[in-house]
């Protein structure tokens, strides 16, 4: 693999990006993830940007030699990512985050595909895994559903989540910085902006990185709930306004997802039946928060 390419001289091939908030412990496996990579180490620079500076990292936490650790107290993962694209020495940008476990050779595969100068961007595969395949939870069989639509959301929309997209630094700083006032979607709102400078963009189903499915219901309530904090509201007392959101809501949050669900062939009866009663719970979450928000609460960030 002629890897300089897409070197320059003397600088790291490739960054690798990760914000963490209060994640240290899954942030070692992903350390150790990266450890075990098929191109050099002396080739990858690996920048985690600690996104509560209150919150030092233990001691136990074994760093890489090629990794640092930086600190970012704006909130929000995207303000965190701009201040480690800022500090970063490579030529080529990987996003990842701290609960991702990268397979080995995820960065060699990476590589590959930018020996074809025509490729901007690439968004790699999401594995989600559960905790024990035998007695998965409500809330993992949701996410072995609809978490990490990557395929899916690069072919038809345009965007590749955070969580394994790899983009030229040159190309990156045409398009700009991510959107630091938002708390969730902003890599959602980059690409759409990288669509528009024409930037490319193509599904990589080798290029892996692995992700834990969310155990419980209340981690993805505090999702949903982050997702419409990224949103902006305004009081309405219109009655026909109010009834076409909640209506709105319902169809596109509640009854897509159950038709969804239950056109799955990997869940049974019984778990399609769990699924759907995660998904009532969440578009409940939902319209809760869409109303909080609206009354002038503020976005929470977790």
Known sequence: MEIEKVNTPGLPIITVIIPTYHDWDRLQLCFNALGNQTIPRDSIEIIVINND??????QKLDVPSNAKIITEPRPGSYAAR?????????????FTDS??????????????????????????????????DNQKSSAELYDTVFAFQQEKAINKIGYSVTANLIV?????????????????????????????????LIYTPDVIVNHPAR?????????????MGSGSWS????????????????????????????????????????????????????????????????ANRE
């Not at 500076?53 to 233990?58: K, V």
């Not at 701009?82 to 990987?94: E, K």
């Not at 155990?215 to 997702?227: N, P, S």
Request: overall charge positive; charged content about 30%.
């Open 99 to 132: 609960d991702c476990i990268p397979e080995n050779d995820w960065l060699e595969r990476a590589l590959e595909k930018f020996q074809n100068n025509t490729v901007d961007r690439i968004g790699g595969k999401v594995v989600v895994f559960c905790k024990d």
């Open 235 to 298: 009081i309405s007392q219109n009655f026909f306004e109010e009834l076409y959101n909640r209506l709105y809501m319902f169809l596109s949050k509640f009854v897509k997802l159950a038709l969804v669900t239950l056109r799955t062939k990997k869940l049974t009866i019984s778990e399609k039946r769990k699924v759907i009663k995660v998904i009532l719970h969440l578009y409940l979450a939902s319209v809760d928060e869409y109303h909080r928000l609206r009354k002038g609460g503020n």
């Open 53 to 58: 500076p209150a919150d030092l990292s233990p």
């Open 168 to 200: 030229r630094k040159s190309r990156f700083l045409e398009v700009g910085y991510f959107n630091d006032k938002l708390y969730s979607g902003g890599d959602h709102e980059w690409n759409m902006r990288a669509n528009k400078k024409g930037l490319s």
């Open 215 to 227: 155990k419980t219901i209340r981690e993805l309530e505090k999702k949903v709930r982050r997702v």
């Open 82 to 94: 701009n201040t480690a694209v800022r500090q970063s020495r490579g030529s080529i940008l990987a």
